[in-house]
């Protein structure tokens, strides 16, 4: 066991690797003493990763995504404007530039400086307030399309994702191949981001805001860290300052400063931020989760009633809306949009569904069809999509073809084309039939909701009916009780010529008459003798003579 | 000599007139009418399925609907789907229905508010593939339309029925089929005017009703296949 003698630069002492050019081989080398650092909260410090330690936990590799222009995007606009723009945000009472954009960049306008200067600088400067909310959504927003990358996405205020990426090397075949989907990912929804891979996900987070680069294994850190400025650590201004004061402008001076000195006079939190990114100490992130409900808005830029580009906005919130179900395995029920005016209260519109579903592309032909129906107030804004409560999405299972004849129809179809219908030509008008057990014939029938009801309530008595007449019919008589297809629905009265009614022409009574005596529990008292006639010009109707008053022949049904 | 017409008849470059949309023995092309009367009328014998058929009448309730009913009957035996009914004159009677052995469950009622939409309704049913039959009341129907809701049914194996007015004789169509209902002598006849694959036909009262009898009252396929309904013993 060898002890060095002097103090170890930390460089050095990390893992028990052959130093080639150094005559002496290491079996294991303790790394540098470590002092007990006074700690202002008194936590206890972590403990010292020995070699053997740090062999045991499992390697961790963290991608970093830092999207510099967040604040641009997260308003709608793309950086590349005609004119000098800058976003400016309130710090301690003043408005100060955040972000500008490169034309103003260009002019000299840099983050951090006052209105009057950016100003005097470029004259024809625009400026946006910027919108941290809406950082905070647009970055959870893709911290959930994140998810299909890895099971751990962190999200790092404002404008980073860490995504631990060791488990998903083997499924997307390597961490190139890796790094360019999340790219092109991130290009395609229209964000500029920079990629960055280190063992820690602090490092990772110090290299993206600095000068870049992919760092796999644990020994090559230090050679990629120590250049970098201070700058990317986000510490205080006044840490910085105080740093620059002593000559340590780079991560690497400032790791070779004694450990106690500098935690008595910088914070021990600085030091332990340098122990997290080199891997001394371990870095916990929290997992994004994400809400369990979705709702996303999307801004049209300007006040518009252009059915394409409405039909292009809410395109891209059914896109976010999938990858959200798909990462939540949920299924949406009852999808709300909004769409909002300049002034006045927002237009809704709400597509319901008969079962959950995922299946944005049928949603899509629905929404095309009733936004051709919408009608808008005033010019629209932006739209937003809600979804109502999600539920669990149930696995699809397929049959085997090994039935003869023809495959069987996916029963899915038959609730889509109600859907479909209902879509273009309101809830009302599409309805099925349902009949009851009645012997009155208006009450015998019912107009119900498709989906639910339908078909036979109870047993009817038109069972037994027919069991009877079909038995009347062996014996050779048979029993007058045809039914006609069609059936009026307020029965219609008939003009009495003599003693027959007519109905354009004498009517010949050809069958009857079938009295009907009923319902006298409901108020819906019916007494009446039905007969089947027989128009001049061949039709055929069922009508009836009502025994109470006020008597007289009605129109019941048609025969088809 | 036999081979010679085989080969000949085999050949491409000869063209049957019997040919048509619909072949015989195919099953689930044909749907057998339920009358024998008009079996023996049509090719195959029974209703083109898969295509338009137009079916014309001055009033309503001579037997339009009547004509349909066995073969709509047993298409709701044999497969899934529904029967839909756009803009219906009045109410379909359940009982009724049930009569005749239709799934009262399976029935589709559409009430659009313009023609243009009980057309658009039609073509989406038909094209759904979900659908056993469609059944629709249009007052006006153009040669192109008529034409694209052909091309639907053929696309969706689904049966459309259009039930139109008698002055649309005079009008060109590309349905499949299309027939005159009228009242005649001794029933309701049936003036097959345009059919594809056959040639034209009057049948005159169709179900055998000699004389008014009212029709018996269960009616399965295989009695309805036999030529000629058997009137009622007694009279009312």
Known sequence: ?560 | MDEALEQLLGSYRLWRGSEGAVREGEAGRVAATGYGKLDACLPGGGWPLASLTEALSATCGIGELRLFMPALSALCRQREGWVVWIAPPHVPYAPALMQWGLEVSRILLIHPARDQEALWAMEQALSSATCVAVLAWINRMDERTSRRLQLAAGRGESWAIAFRPAAARREASAAALRLMLRPGSNGTDVDLFKVRGARPALVSDYDDRDGGSPLPLVRSPEESRAPGIGGRAGSG
């Open chain 1, 1 to 560: 066991m060898v002890l060095p003698s002097r103090p170890v630069p930390p460089s050095e002492g990390q893992s028990p690797v052959l130093r080639p050019g150094r005559g002496r081989v290491a079996a294991i080398r303790r790394p540098a003493r470590q002092q007990p650092l006074p700690l202002a909260g008194g936590e206890p410090p972590a403990e010292d990763p020995s070699p053997a330690h740090a062999r045991q936990r499992r390697s961790q590799l963290w991608l970093c995504v830092r999207l510099p222009r967040i604040a641009f995007e997260a308003l709608g606009e793309t950086p590349v404007s005609a004119g000098p723009l800058a976003i400016m945000a309130e710090e301690g009472g003043q408005t100060l530039v955040h972000l500008p954009n490169r034309p103003a960049a260009t002019a000299g306008v840099r983050p951090g400086q006052r209105l009057s200067a950016a100003l005097a600088l470029a004259p024809e400067l625009a400026t946006l307030s910027r919108r941290p909310r809406r950082e905070r959504i647009l970055l959870e927003s893709l911290a959930d399309w994140a998810g299909r990358f890895s099971p751990l996405v962190s999200p790092e205020a404002p404008d980073a994702l860490l995504l631990e990426v060791q488990g998903s090397l083997r499924l997307f075949r390597g961490l190139d191949r890796l790094c360019r989907l999340v790219s092109e990912g991130l290009r395609q929804r229209g964000h500029r981001a920079q990629v960055c891979v280190a063992p820690t996900p602090l490092a990772a987070l110090w290299l993206a805001r600095g000068a870049g680069g992919r760092v796999e294994a644990m020994p090559e850190l230090p050679r990629h860290l120590n250049p970098l400025d201070l700058g990317v650590t986000g510490w205080p201004a006044a840490v910085l300052k105080g740093l620059a004061g002593i000559g340590v402008t780079t991560v690497g001076e400032c790791r070779r400063l004694p450990r106690e000195g500098f935690a008595r006079r910088f914070g021990a939190a600085r030091l332990q931020a340098l122990d997290r990114a080199f891997g001394r100490l371990p870095d916990p992130r929290p997992r994004h989760t994400g809400p369990p409900r979705f709702r996303e808005q999307v801004d049209l830029g300007e006040e518009t009633r252009d059915e394409a580009l409405l039909a292009a906005g809410c395109s891209r919130l059914l896109a976010s809306l999938e990858d959200f179900l798909l990462r939540h395995q949920r299924a949406a029920r009852r999808l709300r949009f909004r769409f909002f005016h300049l002034r006045g209260e927002a237009t809704p519109l709400t597509l319901g569904f008969s079962d959950a579903g995922c299946d944005v592309e049928h949603w899509r032909g629905l929404l095309g069809i009733r936004l051709e129906r919408l009608s808008l107030p005033a010019p629209v804004i932006a739209v937003e999509l809600a979804t109502g409560r999600l539920e669990r999405r149930e696995g699809e299972t397929t049959a085997l073809p090994l039935a003869a004849g023809r495959a069987a129809r996916p029963d899915g179809g038959l609730p889509r084309l109600v859907e479909s219908l209902r879509a273009r030509l309101g809830e009302h008008a599409v309805r099925g039939l349902r009949s009851l057990a009645e012997h009155r014939p208006q009450q015998v029938w019912d107009e119900v909701d498709p989906l639910e009801g339908g078909g036979c309530a109870g047993l009817s008595p038109w069972n037994r009916v027919q069991e009877v007449a079909a038995a009347g019919e062996e014996q050779g008589g048979s029993l007058l009780l045809e039914r006609p297809l069609w059936i009026l629905v307020r029965p219609q009265r008939l003009a009495v010529h003599g003693e027959a009614p007519c109905h354009d022409g004498p009517l010949q009574l050809v069958d009857g008459p079938e009295r009907i005596e009923s319902g006298w529990w409901d108020g819906a008292d019916t007494a009446r003798d039905y007969y089947v006639a027989e128009t001049g010009a061949g039709a055929r109707l069922w009508i009836y003579r009502d025994r109470r008053a006020p008597a007289g022949w009605y129109l019941q049904g048609i025969f088809g």
